[in-house]
C-alpha cells in the first residue's frame, strides 16, 4: 500500500474510533497528528521532545509518542516505527502501574496503537507467522478491555479475506429476521457494521442503499449489524430497552433502506469482527467467501468495484 494510502487510513481509523465528540481543543495529540498529517514528521517529534522535556512521560506524551510511531509507518520508516511504538508500550505500562489498560484513556490509547502498528510492520517484512503470534497473545491479555476489538481487527486484517465469514448471532435484531450466512450464499453480501452515534456511518448509509437498487436484481444482499454502547444522544445513559429504541429511530431518520434488511444487534457480532472503527464494511462473494474487510469509510466508486467483480463471477 502506497505511504500516502496508509496515513490517510490511519488518520481516518483513529478518528473514527469510539463514540461521536464535540470538537476537541488544541492538544499534543491533536498537534502531533496535525505534523503527521502534513508529512512533517521532523515537527512531530519536536513537539513530543518538548513536552517530554517540560513534563516528562505523562499519558498524553506517551499517547503522542505512539503517534511517532503511526506517523513513522506512514512515511515507509519501519524501524523508526517499530522502536517508537516498543517505546511507547513499554513506557505506558509501566505508567499504568499495574492498574487495569482503561485506567487511563492516553494510556490505552497508547498501548492499542503500539501493538497495532508492531504486528502491522512485522507483517509487511514478511514474519506474519510471528505477527499473529503476537496480537493473539495480546489479544489474550486485553480480551476483557477496550482495546480487545482493535487487536482482533488487525487479526482480521492478516487473516480474514480468503476464509468463510464468521457467523453472525441471531438471538436479538431489528427490521427483518436476519438469516444465516449459509442462507446467503449465491448472493454476493455486503456486511454493514454501524453504530447509532457515528456520523462516517450516516454518510456511507446513503451510499450503500444506491448500491442496493441498482444491483440487488443480480443478487446483492446487505446485513447491517450494530450493538448498543449503553448511551443515547448527547452521550445519556440509557437502559438495554431505551437504547434499543433509539437505534430504531436512528435507523429511520437516517438508514430508512435498512428498514426491511435485517439489523442483528449483538456485541459479539462487533468483537469477532474487530469493528473498533465504524464503519466497518465486509464483502463476501457467492460461496460465502471474504473478500472484502475495510475498516472506515468507502467510497461509492470503491465499494462499486469490489461488487462488479464479484456481482459478474458466476
Known amino acids: 500500500m502506497p505511504h500516502s494510502a496508509v496515513l490517510v487510513l490511519l488518520l481516518a481509523l483513529a478518528s473514527s474510533v469510539g463514540a461521536a465528540q464535540a470538537p476537541r481543543p488544541v492538544t499534543l495529540v491533536s498537534e502531533v497528528r496535525a505534523a503527521i498529517a502534513a508529512h512533517d514528521l521532523t515537527r512531530a517529534e519536536s513537539l513530543v521532545s518538548k513536552q517530554r522535556a517540560d513534563k516528562g512521560n505523562t ?3 506517551l499517547e503522542a509518542l505512539s503517534w511517532l510511531a503511526r506517523g513513522a509507518q506512514s512515511e515507509g520508516q519501519a524501524d523508526r516505527a517499530d522502536a517508537y511504538a516498543a517505546e ?7 505508567a499504568l502501574a499495574g492498574r487495569q489498560v482503561d485506567a487511563d484513556v492516553h494510556l490505552a490509547a497508547a498501548i492499542s496503537a503500539a501493538i497495532e502498528v508492531q504486528a502491522q510492520i512485522g507483517a509487511a517484512r514478511g514474519e506474519r507467522s510471528e505477527a499473529m503470534a503476537f496480537l493473539e497473545r495480546e489479544l489474550v491479555t486485553y480480551r476483557n478491555s477496550s482495546l480487545s476489538k482493535r487487536i482482533q481487527k488487525n487479526i482480521n486484517l492478516l487473516t480474514l479475506e480468503g476464509h468463510p465469514a464468521p457467523a453472525l448471532e441471531k438471538s436479538e435484531w431489528i427490521g427483518a429476521a436476519p438469516p444465516t450466512l449459509a442462507d446467503l450464499k449465491g448472493k454476493v453480501v455486503v456486511l454493514f457494521f ?11 448509509g446513503p451510499i450503500l442503499a444506491k448500491l442496493r437498487d441498482r444491483y440487488q436484481s443480480q443478487g446483492l444482499a446487505i446485513v447491517a449489524p450494530t450493538q448498543r454502547y449503553g448511551y443515547v444522544a448527547g452521550g445519556a445513559s440509557a437502559s438495554p430497552d431505551e437504547e434499543l429504541r433509539y437505534i430504531v429511530q436512528v ?15 449483538s456485541v459479539a457480532d462487533h468483537q469477532r469482527y474487530g469493528v473498533s472503527s465504524t464503519p466497518t464494511v465486509v464483502i463476501t462473494d457467492r460461496q460465502g467467501i471474504v473478500r472484502l474487510y475495510h ?3 468507502m467510497t461509492e466508486a470503491e465499494l462499486e468495484t469490489h461488487l462488479r467483480g464479484l456481482l459478474d463471477a458466476h
Do not use: S
Open 194 to 204: 454501524w453504530a447509532h452515534w457515528c456520523p462516517d456511518c450516516k454518510i456511507q
Open 251 to 265: 435507523r429511520d431518520q437516517y438508514y430508512p433502506f435498512l428498514a426491511d434488511l435485517p439489523v442483528p444487534v
Open 295 to 297: 475498516p472506515g469509510r
Open 88 to 94: 511507547a508500550q513499554r513506557l505506558a505500562l509501566a
Open 59 to 61: 499519558p498524553e506524551v
